[in-house]
C-alpha cells in the first residue's frame, strides 16, 4: 500500500482477485516499485541482515529457522526474496540460499547488492521450479504469501521441495491489522472494517485492472493453510515492538507496534504426507 510510480491514479477498493490475476498485479507493481521500496527500506533492512518486518525481529537472535550453528550446509529455499539481504545473511551462515522472486526488478537489486553465496531464481511461489526434496528449510519475510489468492497452492509447492522435516517460516502483515486503517498515526487506532471480511485489498487501474493486491485471512485461515498445506505449526511468533525501533514503515509505527501486533510469524515443520 505505498504510493505507486505511475502516471495514473489508482483506485483503491476491496473486490474478489484470483491467482492470475493476483500475481500479474505483483509482478508488475514489484517491477515498478522496487526501486522506491529499496531506497525506502533498503538502509533498514541492511544488506545481509534477515529482518521478519517493520518491528526490526532479527533471525540472528530469534533463531526461528533453528539455533545458532545450525544452518552451515543446509540447503534453504528464501520465497518473494526481494533484494535477498535475509539470503545473503544465511549465506553468511554458511547455507546454500536460493533467492526467489517474481519481480526481475527486485532480483536486479539482489544483484547489484550482490549474489556471492546464493542463487537468484525469478518465478513465482505457486509453481516453484525445483525437484521433489531439493531444501532442508524454507522461509519468507512477507515475501508472496500476503500476495496470492491461493496460499494452500504455495504451501504444497513449498511442501514438495522441503526434504522430510524441513522447517518452513514466514511471516505476514497480523490479521488483526485488516480491522483498522492502514495509518501509522492515532487514526489507525479505531476499527474501521470487519476482521472477519476476507475480501482482498485491490489498486486498479483506469480499465479495472489490478495493478496492487493484499489477501487477508484470520489467524484462523492462516492456522487451516498451513495444515492443509502438510504441515505442523510449531509456534507462531507475534514480535512487539522494540524501545530502540523508532520509525514508521507504511501504517506500522511505534505508536500502534505498542498497543497491537503488526506481524505475524509462522513456524512450521513439513509432516509425513501432503494433506
Ligand atoms: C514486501 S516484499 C518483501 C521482500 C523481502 N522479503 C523483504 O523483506 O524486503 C514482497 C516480495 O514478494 C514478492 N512476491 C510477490 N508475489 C510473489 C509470488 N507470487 N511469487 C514470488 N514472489 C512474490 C515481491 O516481488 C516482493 O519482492
Redesign the pocket.
Known amino acids: 500500500m505505498d504510493e505507486m510510480i505511475q502516471d495514473y491514479e489508482p483506485q483503491a477498493t476491496r473486490r474478489d482477485a484470483g491467482d492470475a490475476e493476483?500475481?500479474r498485479a505483483?509482478?508488475g507493481?514489484?517491477?515498478r516499485n522496487?526501486d522506491e521500496?529499496q531506497s525506502e527500506?533498503g538502509g533498514f533492512?541492511g544488506d545481509d541482515r534477515f529482518?521478519w518486518?517493520p518491528e526490526g525481529l532479527d533471525e540472528a537472535e530469534a533463531g526461528l529457522l533453528g539455533p545458532a550453528g545450525s544452518l552451515r550446509g543446509l540447503d534453504v529455499l528464501?520465497?518473494?526474496?526481494?533484494?535477498?539481504?535475509?539470503s545473503r545473511w544465511l549465506a553468511a551462515q554458511g547455507a546454500r540460499p536460493v533467492a526467489?522472486?517474481?519481480?526481475h526488478r527486485?532480483l536486479q537489486h539482489a544483484l547489484r547488492i550482490g549474489a556471492d553465496g546464493l542463487w537468484p531464481v525469478q518465478?513465482?511461489?505457486?509453481a516453484l521450479p525445483f525437484r521433489d526434496g531439493s531444501f532442508d528449510l524454507a522461509c519468507?519475510?512477507?515475501?508472496?504469501v500476503?500476495?496470492?489468492a491461493d496460499p494452500v497452492r504455495?504451501f504444497r509447492e513449498v511442501w514438495r521441495v522441503l526434504r522430510p522435516g524441513g522447517r518452513w517460516v514466514f511471516s505476514v502483515t497480523h490479521p488483526i491489522r485488516w480491522a483498522f486503517p492502514d495509518e501509522p498515526g492515532p487514526e489507525g487506532l479505531t476499527v474501521a472494517s470487519s476482521y472477519f471480511d476476507r475480501t482482498p485489498y485491490v489498486e486498479q487501474d483506469e480499465q479495472g485492472r489490478a495493478v496492487y493486491v493484499e489477501h487477508h485471512r484470520t489467524i484462523g485461515d492462516r492456522v487451516r493453510e498451513v495444515v492443509a498445506g502438510g504441515f505442523r505449526l510449531v509456534d507462531l511468533v507475534e514480535p512487539e515492538w522494540p524501545a530502540w525501533n523508532g520509525q514508521e514503515w507504511g501504517g506500522w509505527s511505534p505508536l500502534r507496534g505498542n498497543l497491537l501486533p503488526g506481524t505475524a510469524i509462522f513456524v512450521c515443520e513439513r509432516g509425513e504426507r501432503a494433506a
Open positions: 493476483s500475481s505483483s509482478r507493481w514489484w517491477d522496487a521500496y527500506h533492512l529482518v518486518g528464501e520465497i518473494g526474496a526481494g533484494a535477498a539481504q535475509c526467489l522472486d517474481l519481480s527486485q518465478a513465482d511461489a505457486g519468507s519475510a512477507y515475501g508472496a500476503p500476495f496470492v504455495v
